[in-house]
């Protein structure tokens, strides 16, 4: 098992009055996909967002590559190497797609080789460069936002529901473009209601309900475990394509 790149640690969060997650445990091994699934409502969300710092712990511990970040703010934790993809996807959509993506660059202008292989991941990205963002489709946002993401190297990047009302060609895209970004060295967690896509992408899997991580383990055991899908979520991925 490879080292564990991020760990959640008992972790809970409260928004305002209200209690949200539970003491969250979680490992994700560096290297590859890790799955986080769950129902509607289970703190999916909530989780990537305490990673970010967007949330605040009240309890518990967030470590990467086993150094503390729990506390800090959300720009030093993105300076550390980890990218967030928010499912409202976070895109500048009075802007053009190059401003979308010259923005999304920290470190000076893009570098021009990422820039064409991220171009190659997403082609829309190439097509519409000087479109305003606002125009692309449901799709092409999309790409847009995890490209934004992906515009310097990172360690460690979390996908929410990148797939959320998309058609199935581009579903099937999109599970491209991340397998490809799989093959490089970072590290994705990736909240997912689209079976295929799971199912596709993932090596670990952790199952959420109700604020806690009620399963860990391989992605390829939980699929072939139709039994254990409908214990764990109350239903059969299979039919949830
Ligand atoms: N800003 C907020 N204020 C109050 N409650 C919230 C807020 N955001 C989320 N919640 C609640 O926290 C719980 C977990 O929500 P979260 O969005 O993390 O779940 P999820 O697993 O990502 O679900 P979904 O698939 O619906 O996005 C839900 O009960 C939700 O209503």
Redesign the pocket.
């Known amino acids: 098992m490879p080292e564990a790149i991020l760990t959640l640690d008992g972790v809970h969060t409260h928004?305002?009055p209200?209690h949200?997650l539970h003491g969250v445990d979680l490992s994700v091994p560096e290297g590859g996909v890790a799955m986080l699934l769950?129902r509607?409502?289970?703190?999916?969300?909530?989780t990537l967002r305490t990673i970010m710092g967007l949330w605040k712990a009240s309890r518990g511990a967030v470590r990467f590559r086993g150094k503390d970040i729990t506390s800090l703010d959300t720009p030093a934790i993105s300076r550390k190497g980890i990218a967030f993809v928010p499912?409202d996807m976070g895109i500048f959509t009075d802007l053009t797609v190059a401003e979308n993506m010259t923005l999304a660059a920290t470190r000076g202008a893009p570098d021009k080789r990422r820039l064409d292989w991220i171009c190659d991941l997403f082609p829309p990205i190439r097509t519409f460069w000087e479109s305003s963002a606002g125009t692309l489709s449901g799709g092409q946002k999309q790409m847009l936002s995890v490209a934004r993401a992906i515009i310097e190297p990172r360690d460690l990047i979390l996908i929410d529901e990148p797939t959320k009302g998309l058609a199935p060609a581009i579903i099937k895209s999109m599970t491209g473009a991340l397998k490809q970004l799989k093959e490089t060295e970072t590290t994705i967690v990736l909240?997912e209601q689209n079976f295929a896509m799971a199912r596709a992408l993932g090596d670990t899997v952790a199952v959420?309900d109700d604020g806690r991580i009620i399963h860990a383990g391989d992605m390829a055991a939980l699929a072939a475990d139709a039994a254990l899908q409908e214990r764990l979520m109350g239903l059969s991925l299979e039919a949830h394509q």
């Open positions: 928004i305002g209200y949200i769950g509607n409502g289970a703190g999916k969300t909530t499912e909240v959420m």
